[in-house]
Each structure stands twice: as C-alpha cells, then as structure tokens.
C-alpha cells in the first residue's frame, strides 16, 4: 500500500516497539523512487552501491559526494513520503569537522532524513560528534564494503561468540553516542537478534535475519537487473532484466524495418498543408 504519510523516525521507533517490521530498498533516482514510495517503502536508501548500476564501477570506493548528493536529492523528489537514508562515500566523513560539514548537504541539500556512515569503534567520536551537531546518523556495522582493501574480501561478520560481543558493545557505544538507528551487514542472525532486543534505536538488517527491527537489500539485485552473483541472502522477486532487453531488442528490429514509427506516433498536418508543402517541394524539385 503506498504511503500515505511523510515517515519520520518517531514513526520507525513506533514500528520497533510495537514489532511491527518495515521495510528499506536502495534507489538511485526520482523513477524507481515514485515506484517505491508507491509500494510502501518506508525507508529509501541512497546506498554507495550506486556505483555498480549507476556508474558501473567495480566497487565503492570511486563514489563522490557530489553525484551521491544530487543522487540523494533526485530521490526525494520521486519519494517526498519515505524516510530517507543518504550513504556517505568513501573517505568523505574521516574526522567530525569534515563529517558534519559533508553529512550536512545531504540533509540541507538534498533533503535527507538520515546520513549512512559504515564504521567500527574507532569512527565513535565521529557519530558523537555528528549527533551533537544535529545529524540523524545511522552507523553501518558488521560487513563494510569501504573497507573490502583493508579486510581483504566481502566477509562475513560477527561469526564468533567473541566477535559477535565486540560488534554488540561497539553498536551500543554508538547508541550512547547519539545514533539515530542501525544498520548490520552480513552478521549472523543470532547476534543481529540479541542487539535488536537490546537497544531502542530501530536496527536495519542487511543480511543479518529476520530478528531485526526492518530489513534492505539492493533493489537492482532483488528485481533481477543485477548481472552474475548476487549476495546470499537476497531473494529474486522478479526478473525485469528479460522484459527490459526483449523491449530493446524490439525497438531496434522495428526502427530497421520500418515498423516504428507508425502514423500514429507523429504530429499531424491538415490536408490544405500537405498540399501546399508539396507544391512548394515541386517548385523547388523543378527549378
Ligand atoms: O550501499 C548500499 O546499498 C548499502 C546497503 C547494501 C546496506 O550499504
């Protein structure tokens, strides 16, 4: 059902409490907005993975702030109901001063309701201090593809008793410092669950199971235009990549063949001016 109201974080919270499980989709753009805000997407993410359907690059890292601004911005215009989530790219929030100054365009400019920053514990000062500014912030925790050169590979997180503690206590470090929610990616579900019942920010499950408060995916995975492999725990809800490259292959046959366009695709002149427009050919054919 669409949403019929502007969802705010108040309204993410109430979903929490009341166990009640929302829904997050990426979107790069004012179209697949509409068409999400009009399914009842609550929560719109302007993910860093724009750099693979977008900019066809291989990873995340080449992202600017200014396209993922201008990204973020056009999204809201497609969806002004969703709460509205801007990723921030790679190396754009490094210390508070330069992560304030930058998350503060995705929310000024583009009309963000939340920043994404993927962390660990030593980027805590950072969400504090951008939460002490005022910033809805989201730390990203568990599997952070900005740091794929010093993990060495998309690896699971959290996968040990102990590990799963540390990502636990630094996810409520960064619930005392000011999060506004949470985001885990690629965590077992059993630790995604325990950290649910234990803070009260809304946390957002991306590959972490069912016991977390919403759950996201990449939309261009889930509706089939993603080429190769795609992650584990993303489920194929249709196959659009098919239809969309029969409608292509289509046009082309029909602009070679003469099918397309037909009358009924042109502007119309009235008979008087066809003829007076061929007289005028004629005159110039003889001269
Ligand atoms: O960039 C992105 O789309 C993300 C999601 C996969 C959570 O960070």
Redesign the pocket.
């Known amino acids: 059902m669409a949403l019929e109201k502007k969802i705010t974080i108040a309204d993410l919270r109430k979903h929490k409490s009341a166990g009640e499980k929302f829904a997050m989709l ?1 979107c790069y753009d004012a179209t697949m907005a509409r068409l999400q805000q009009a399914a009842g997407v609550e929560v719109i ?1 302007v ?3 724009l750099a693979g359907p977008v900019l066809g690059l291989p990873d ?1 890292i080449g992202v600017s702030l200014d396209i993922s601004v201008a990204l973020t911005a056009a999204v809201r215009r497609g969806a002004p109901l969703a709460y509205l989530v801007a ?1 921030m790219p790679y190396l754009t929030y490094t210390n508070p001063d330069q992560a304030i100054a930058n998350a503060g365009r995705y929310v000024v400019e583009a009309r963000a309701d939340c920043v ?1 920053v993927e962390c660990d514990r030593r980027l805590l000062e950072i969400i504090r201090a951008m939460a002490t500014a005022g910033i809805p912030v989201m730390p ?1 925790l568990g599997l952070t593809p900005q740091r794929v050169g010093q993990i060495g590979g998309y690896k699971v997180a959290g996968k040990t008793a102990e590990m799963a503690i540390e990502l636990i206590e630094t996810a409520e470090m960064m619930v005392e410092a000011g999060a506004t929610a949470l ?1 885990l ?1 690629a965590v077992p579900p059993e630790p995604a669950e325990i950290l649910t019942k234990r803070v009260d920010v809304p946390v957002i499950g ?1 590959g972490a199971g069912p016991g977390c408060d919403g759950f ?1 995916v ?1 939309t261009h995975d889930m509706i089939g235009l993603t080429e190769g492999k795609t992650p584990k725990f993303v489920k194929k809800y249709a196959d659009l990549a098919t239809p969309m490259q029969r409608a292509f292959e289509q046009y082309v046959e029909e602009c070679r063949n003469g099918t397309y366009p037909a009358p009924e695709h042109g502007y119309p002149m009235s008979d008087e001016e066809i003829a007076a427009l061929k007289q005028w050919a004629e005159k110039q054919n003889g001269k």
């Open positions: 990426t993410l993910g860093d993975s995340t990723d994404k990203h985001l990616e991306c996201v990449v």
